[in-house]
């Protein structure tokens, strides 16, 4: 039994160890305690006879002479247990025992290698130190926190070359932070320590196709708006159903486990849309998850463990994605009288087993902006309003605009419009794209601060109602919207200066905390990254935070993977 794990164990059963018989001379400090197992008295050596000193002065000689120094000299550098331990114990040992980062040398050196490994390629111009590479990097211009450049940046095209690069960032002890859109919105690319911004976008080759098997392998930087636009191109009758932002790809919406629009229909990234994925891990070693079968009992799903993990356990360099059958779509919008009525509507239209794929929500003010910003050919009443999608033949789409007609009038349901067509239903969705840049129009000179959470169907409505009311009492424009399917709201709040920011950066977190006390989460889509990180303990409690970061110190020791994100109690020391 080790140390750590018998005074844990003492402490479990609230016995005081100083109180047990001792066998073994032991060491003590403010923190914990260590055998000093290089003593050479046995454990149950008598005492001398001779000696004039009591036993436990005898005691107090041995552990000062025979550990103390040592230990003294380690407490600083010993790294936290890879074992799982009660979090209350692994949480302060992790607190006072940080990983570290190599010097200011080391990174240079590290730069160096690269320089010359790549140079040997003919590929010296895929490392760049040049300022605006590396602002591009690691500051977003749609996140407001803090925010921080690399120290150079790579691009890769191959697992090869992401192995090596993760080997020299090992050998060094430099940080490596994953780069492939760019698109994400909570502070995911940032670079709190420098280091290595590693740059996936060059691999974005779309492998092998396999209509009959109905899936598809690619590489990270492949976008999951051009993996369509490929399939529908070649002919084949399928679609990758993942829909989170514009530009976002296939290894960033991997890293943060995305969802989108048709996530009430097709659900999310952490459901089986990838079914195995190629990864270099931290040690340099590249492995696949799992085969490409559909399913497999075969041990507990490795792939998981990636989907979410925001790039801190493994780099993917390749991904199998399902694919599903491309269907007629039609669309319809109706206006309701506030937002209790039209989650009402959008909750037994879901529930009554219609062919749903989208159902989404935006309040009066975003339809407001809609109208006004000018970007779609028709204007929509100013109301509380659902976009639906829906998939199926056009004979069964008729009996389904009668039924769903039917219910939204229920609830007080207005202006109700089916599309007829393939042209109509692109135009009525129109306005549900447009709501984003619509959404900067309402004030002039405008920056938005772009934050999503998620809760339980039924509470929605008071989520959104509460945040509406607490973001006009602050004075803050905003506009509310969301996938009313799956609960989970986007909420845009509107600035032009410090202090309106400083407001809205309040009035966020509050809009947090109320999701997490309605039995919700803190992101439904976006992710943890800097944004983010301080909830995990008040949304999940310190017991899943530590076994997250137990996992992440067996995977990643030295804490080189994208550092700063998901983990609150991991916050290494720059040299």
Same mark, same amino acid.
């Given at each position: 039994m080790t140390f750590g794990t018998r005074s844990i164990l003492a402490l479990r059963r609230g016995t005081s160890l100083s109180s047990r018989p001792s066998t073994s001379p032991i060491v003590r400090s403010s923190r914990f305690i260590r055998y000093n197992s290089s003593s050479s008295i046995p454990p149950q050596a008598p005492l001398p006879k001779s000696t004039n000193l009591s036993t436990a002065w005898y005691a107090l000689s041995l552990a000062l002479f025979a550990g103390a120094g040592y230990l003294i000299g380690n407490v600083g550098v010993l790294p936290p247990s890879t074992s799982l331990v009660d979090s209350s114990f692994a949480i302060a040992h992790q607190l006072a025992n940080q990983p570290k980062y190599? /010097?200011?040398?080391?990174? +240079?050196?590290?730069?160096?290698?690269?320089?010359?490994?790549?140079?040997?390629?003919?590929?010296?111009?895929?490392? /760049?130190?040049?300022?605006?590479?590396?602002?591009?990097?690691?500051?977003?211009?749609?996140?407001?926190?803090?925010?921080?450049?690399?120290?150079?940046?790579?691009?890769?095209?191959?697992?090869?070359?992401? +192995?090596?690069?993760?080997?020299?960032? +090992?050998?060094?002890?430099?940080?490596?932070?994953?780069?492939?859109?760019?698109?994400?919105?909570?502070?995911?690319?940032?670079?709190?320590?420098g280091g290595i911004s590693l740059d996936v976008s060059y691999m974005d080759k779309i492998l092998r196709v396999s209509e009959s098997d109905g899936d598809v392998v690619v590489q990270p930087g492949v976008k999951w708006e051009d993996l369509n636009a490929y399939l529908a191109k070649e002919g084949i009758p399928l679609f990758f159903p993942l829909d989170p932002g514009p530009g976002a790809t296939i290894g960033g919406m991997v890293g943060t486990g995305c969802s989108g629009t048709n996530a009430v229909r097709y659900g999310t990234a952490k459901a089986e849309w990838f079914l195995n994925l190629t990864v270099v891990l931290p040690s340099g070693e590249v492995i696949k998850t799992r085969q490409r079968a559909r399913k497999s009992a075969a041990g507990w799903d490795t792939t998981k463990l990636f989907v979410g993990a925001e790039g801190t356990l493994g780099i993917v360099t390749e991904a199998t994605l399902r694919l599903a059958p491309l269907l007629p779509t039609k669309c319809a919008v109706v206006n309701f009288p506030g937002v209790e009525e039209a989650v009402q509507a959008a909750t037994e239209v879901v529930n009554a087993g219609f062919p749903v794929q989208c159902v989404e929500y935006l309040d009066s003010r975003t339809i407001d902006a809609i109208n006004k910003g000018g970007m779609v050919k028709k204007a929509y009443p100013p109301a509380d309003t659902l976009f639906f999608k829906f998939q199926g033949s056009d004979s069964a789409m008729s009996e389904v605009s009668k039924n769903v007609l039917s219910v939204v009038k229920k609830h007080g349901g207005k202006n109700f419009e089916f599309s007829k067509n393939d042209e109509e239903a692109r135009s009525l969705w129109e306005g549900r794209k447009a709501a984003l840049w619509s959404v900067l129009a309402l004030k002039d000179g405008a920056k938005v601060w772009t934050t999503d959470v998620c809760v339980p169907i039924s509470r929605l409505p008071r989520l959104v109602r509460e945040t509406a009311e607490d973001f006009e009492k602050r004075g803050i424009t905003a506009c509310h919207f969301g996938h009313v399917g799956d609960g989970n709201v986007h909420s845009l709040a509107l600035f032009t200066n410090d202090e309106e920011l400083a407001v809205v950066e309040h009035a966020v977190h509050d809009m947090v905390e109320r999701a997490i006390r309605l039995d919700g989460t803190c992101t439904g889509e976006h992710g943890v990254g800097v944004g983010k990180i301080g909830y995990l303990p008040l949304e999940l409690g310190d017991g899943t935070v530590n076994l997250m970061e137990t996992v992440k110190r067996t995977l990643d020791p030295h804490n080189l993977l994208n550092p700063g994100k998901i983990y609150p109690n991991i916050k290494p020391q720059h040299q």
């Open positions: 190599g /010097s200011h040398k080391d990174y +240079q050196d590290a730069i160096k290698e690269l320089t010359d490994y790549f140079k040997a390629k003919g590929k010296e111009d895929k490392v /760049s130190t040049d300022d605006d590479d590396l602002r591009s990097h690691g500051i977003s211009d749609w996140s407001y926190h803090p925010a921080k450049k690399p120290t150079v940046v790579v691009w890769v095209e191959s697992t090869e070359e992401v +192995q090596h690069v993760v080997k020299i960032a +090992q050998k060094y002890k430099v940080p490596i932070t994953p780069f492939s859109g760019g698109t994400s919105l909570e502070g995911h690319f940032s670079s709190p320590f």
